[in-house]
């Protein structure tokens, strides 16, 4: 679906196909050199397009899983997703993560995914979303609470980044 942002831009949003592996392998190179509140050093992540396009057919497939690109023209400027379980104490709950390009923050490329991440996991009759984010990560943690996210808990030192430890925050919406 196309999305007219603050500045103009028209941006699409969808969920990804597996002809998205290339791009997506791309746009994660590109956020994990740009941003420290992501899981992996840039030299960390090692899928192949193919082995990307499998983990996106996976995720099609899934009752428990979503995974959204979205784009300006070609370019994947952001990726968003949750995944969960088949068990069943813990079907209802699925775990989330977002990241937008830098030159695309900021203008409510994050709102909106967020938005439609909670949709979707509503759809699939998921009642609980949590993620866990850096706690320096403001801007993240204001979307989030903004989203009706609370603050559920701390995971002390759990990052290790720039030679140093950063506690995490744990954050739940009841869905
Ligand atoms: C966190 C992130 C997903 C937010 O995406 P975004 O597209 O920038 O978010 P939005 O433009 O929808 O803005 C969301 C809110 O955060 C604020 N915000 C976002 N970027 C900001 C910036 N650079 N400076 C100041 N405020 C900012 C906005 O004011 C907005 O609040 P508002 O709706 O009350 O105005 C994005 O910054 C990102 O991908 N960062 C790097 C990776 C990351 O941290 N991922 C999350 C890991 S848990």
């Not at 007219?4 to 590109?30: M, Q, W």
């Amino acid at each position: 679906m196309e999305h007219t942002l603050k500045n103009n831009l028209i941006i699409t949003l969808r969920d990804a196909v597996e002809s998205d592996g290339a791009g997506c392998i791309e746009f994660i190179h590109k956020v994990n050199k740009e941003s420290k509140n992501l899981m992996r050093e840039p030299e960390e992540f090692n899928m192949t397009p193919s082995e990307e396009s499998e983990f996106i057919r996976g995720v099609t497939v899934s009752p428990n899983a979503c995974f959204i690109v979205v784009l300006d023209k070609d370019l994947i400027i952001s990726t968003a997703g949750f995944s969960g379980n088949s068990l069943k104490r813990i079907n209802h709950r699925v775990s989330l993560g977002i990241s937008v390009l830098k030159d695309y923050q900021g203008l409510g490329i994050g709102r909106l995914v967020m938005e439609t991440l909670i949709k979707r996991a509503i759809e699939l009759k998921k009642s609980k979303m949590d993620l866990e984010v850096r706690i320096d990560n403001y801007n993240a943690i204001h979307l989030y609470e903004a989203l009706g996210f609370e603050r559920e808990g701390i995971i002390k030192n759990g990052f290790f980044v720039d030679n140093g430890y950063v506690d995490l925050l744990i954050m739940g919406k009841l869905l």
